[in-house]
């Protein structure tokens, strides 16, 4: 058979991969893709409006599988979808939590929605605050991307005028619950926003997409794809160009080379059949997730790239960031209890947001550098987590729930990590995957930055419930552990030295001209915003970029 | 019932909505729970009586249908029968229990006339009530009203309990009702 070369290959379908799967499949090059698992079928495999007592274990998910889970997000509706079969190791020290979602459309399946815009306080921040050093593009150099793609998506909010958090186009808010305007009361006192967040879930319907039914079951899979996931939003497209082969089920291993040291493929293993595959394309786009990118990456290694393609400036795998992520407060509003029950549960948990609004008139407010975000949420969810710890037994305490119902309220804190020397993801030397493959190996540690920002989120949440008339019960004992937000970022890092960064402004590694990135392992640090409407964005940009090269001849189409 | 209905009727206003009639139909199918034909599959007769009573006892009978109703006992049989890491706790506790009784009482729990059951839970249940010297009761009681709880509130019987709005969909983003009280200063409530 004679050996087909493609265009473009990608590696991974999620939010990167999906981004740039459609922009290139569009400008009509043709597009090899590859994804690690299966393609979904949301009547099968999503949750599909299935009540907890429909499921064998209640939606927990049976016990004997709980080892070998990787993280929170697996459960009993979509257990088919993450990975549970490649490991991954921590260096002694480090605690490190890792969900990969193997299906086509990776996590942007189970998403958690929230779309703010990074803006120039996050790109030069180095500037404003002295620590580590600026994004290598502007916000003026961006906005018109994010523009483009929350056209795309569809993101509900509302105009704010925030310092960190520039304006987009929006699709009505959700509009807010009774514990929306008690705890924004409370805000108010103390001069701290409280805001419809930046929520990519329909109000109205979308760019032929249907507006959201509010079940509030979106982090199980939306069944009528009404909030983005690249199987709803852009493989469709893709496809409809009839330039997208998807291959599923496909491991990739490494990235193959020709005698200059180029991308020439790359070597995948079926999941299902355990045979090694080559696939040939003129560039590679390598958007498989932050942590895994860079793990394929790390493992290509060849006579050209000893270290790991494209890793001729060390830095592949280094300066990795995270997303604190913690209850910084709970407690009750004693204003809703005894109030009958609210659909309070419609936007799973994006309804609301504390913008950042630290260190914003000068970088050195506080005794940390930079700032975080508040998500609050509570009301009447499915199921009532707070019961169990309340007091007593019998019809008292039956009662006492009931009334509670409505009135739980806490306060999630999502704060940035500072790019460290001590943070990063190497290969380990000596534990393979059951397909051959070296794992990853996580070096992982909280800064005390990001520590000081934990510790001043559970005082300030504590007065916004106090000063809203709540009553406060407690906060987190200690931040979740590190992995939790699944907003890795920075193993890749974008910069204009090649002897310093992985890739260049666009995306497009500095040793490697045919080899891009178009996950958040390009960007510097993960900031106080969400990571997803950003990769869309810059993948957006990259790909582009890429599709420009080629009209240049700078990449020959095949 | 009332609330599948709801759920088909409101889906039945979305266009393009036809794959609801289907999605909607699986909602009613709560398997039948026969609590009186039930064989335990990791407790003994004489435990899964207690596992039903103490269930009952958490979350019991009363205006509205309760843990029994529910098949509460049930559960935690299917739970711990499946996480080897139950077993020891659960038998253990129980064992306690018994033993407890018996010391105090001379008879099993189970045994037990309902008030004095009762007396013997307080301690355990009540952080007001709780007894130095029976930590291990506590521990055990926390335990079992846990997986009561989840066992309840997860059940379709539960969701009614708590009217639970996951059931229902709606057509627009539901908003608070309290144009005039935003800062929800005088509500009025209505559960007691």
């Given at each position: 058979m004679a050996k087909q070369t493609y265009d473009v290959i990608v590696i991974g379908t999620g939010a990167g991969g999906g981004m740039a799967i459609k922009t290139l499949c569009e400008a009509g090059l043709k597009v090899c893709a590859l994804n690690a698992g299966q393609r979904l079928n949301p009547e099968k495999d999503f949750r599909y409006h299935r009540m907890p007592w429909e499921m064998k274990f209640r939606g927990l998910d049976d016990p004997k599988y709980r080892d070998e889970s990787f993280g929170y997000m697996d459960n009993e509706y979509t257990k088919?979808?993450?990975?549970?079969e490649i490991p991954f190791t921590v260096a002694p020290g480090t605690k490190w939590m890792w969900p990969r979602c193997k299906a086509v459309g990776g996590k942007t399946n189970f998403w958690g929605r929230s779309s703010a815009r990074f803006s120039d306080i996050d790109f030069r921040a180095a500037s404003l605050d002295g620590y580590d050093v600026d994004w290598p593009v502007t916000y003026a150099e961006i906005d018109p991307f994010y523009t483009r793609v929350e056209k795309m998506i569809g993101v509900a909010s509302t105009v704010q005028n925030r310092p960190s958090n520039p304006d987009g186009t929006y699709l009505p808010p959700f509009k807010f619950r009774c514990l929306d305007f008690i705890l924004e009361s409370g805000c108010n006192k103390l001069g701290i926003p409280y805001l419809p967040d930046r929520c990519a879930q329909l109000t109205q319907p979308h760019e032929g997409h249907p507006a959201c039914h509010f079940c509030g079951e979106c982090t199980t899979g939306c069944d009528v794809g009404a909030f983005f996931s690249t199987p709803y939003f852009l493989l469709p497209k893709a496809e409809a160009t009839k330039n997208l082969e998807l291959r599923t089920n496909a491991l990739a291993k490494d990235i193959l080379v020709d005698e200059n040291g180029q991308a020439t493929g790359v070597a995948y293993i079926d999941r299902n059949t355990r045979q090694e595959f080559e696939v040939y394309g003129r560039a590679v786009v390598v958007a498989a997730s932050c942590i895994e990118s860079s793990r394929i990456m790390l493992n290509s290694k060849s006579r050209h790239w000893p270290d790991g393609i494209a890793n001729s400036s060390g830095q592949l795998g280094r300066n990795l960031c995270d997303h604190l992520y913690g209850e910084s407060a709970h407690g009750y509003l004693p204003q809703l209890i005894g109030q009958p029950s609210f659909p309070d549960h419609v936007g799973d948990s994006t309804i609301a947001w504390m913008p950042r609004w630290q260190n914003l008139k000068d970088p050195h407010e506080e005794d940390f550098i930079r700032g975080y975000a508040i998500y609050p949420d509570g009301g009447c969810e499915e199921f009532p987590g707070f019961a169990t710890d309340l007091d007593g037994f019998g019809s008292s305490f039956k009662r006492e729930v009931k009334r509670r119902y409505p009135a739980p309220v806490s306060f999630g804190i999502q704060a940035p990590t500072l790019r460290s020397d001590k943070n990063y993801m190497d290969l380990d030397p000596k534990v393979k995957d059951p397909f051959g493959i070296p794992v990853a190996r996580m070096h992982f540690e909280w800064d005390e930055n990001t520590l000081k920002m934990w510790e001043h989120s559970k005082k300030v949440c504590a007065e916004v419930l106090r000063a809203a008339g709540g009553e406060l019960e407690g906060s987190g004992d200690a931040p979740e552990i590190p992995g939790w937000s699944l907003h890795e970022t920075g193993t890749c890092r974008m910069g204009n030295d090649p002897k310093k960064f992985v890739t260049n402004r666009f995306g497009q590694t500095h040793d490697v001209a045919n080899l891009y990135v178009c996950d958040a392992s390009v960007f510097l640090n993960c900031t106080d915003k969400t990571t997803t409407i950003s990769i869309l964005a810059f993948s957006l940009r990259t790909s582009e970029h890429l599709i420009e090269n080629f009209r240049r001849g700078n990449h020959k189409t095949a | 019932m009332l609330q599948v209905l709801g759920t088909a009727a409101i889906a039945a206003q979305f266009p393009g909505f036809s794959k609801w009639g289907f999605a909607c139909g699986h909602i009613g199918k709560a398997l039948q729970i026969k609590p009186a034909q039930y064989q335990p599959q990791f407790f003994t007769a004489a435990e899964y009586t207690a596992v039903e009573r103490l269930s009952e006892i958490i979350i019991p009978t009363d205006a509205t249908p309760g843990a029994k109703e529910a098949g509460v006992a049930e559960f935690i049989d299917f739970m711990v029968a499946s996480d080897p890491g139950l077993q020891y706790p659960f038998r253990t506790g129980l064992t306690w229990l018994n033993a407890h009784a018996e010391r105090v009482h001379g008879k099993r729990f189970i045994d037990l006339p309902a008030e004095q059951q009762l007396s013997l839970l307080e301690p355990l249940g009540f952080k007001d009530k709780a007894q130095p010297g029976e930590e291990y009761g506590r521990k055990f009681f926390s335990l079992i009203k846990e997986w009561t709880v989840i066992g309840f509130y997860t059940s379709e019987i539960g969701f009614k309990e708590l009217d639970n709005p996951a059931l229902k969909l709606y057509a627009e983003s539901p908003e608070c009702p309290h144009k005039n009280d935003r800062e929800h200063q005088h509500l009025t409530p209505v559960i007691s």
């Open positions: 088919e979808a993450w990975d549970h | -």
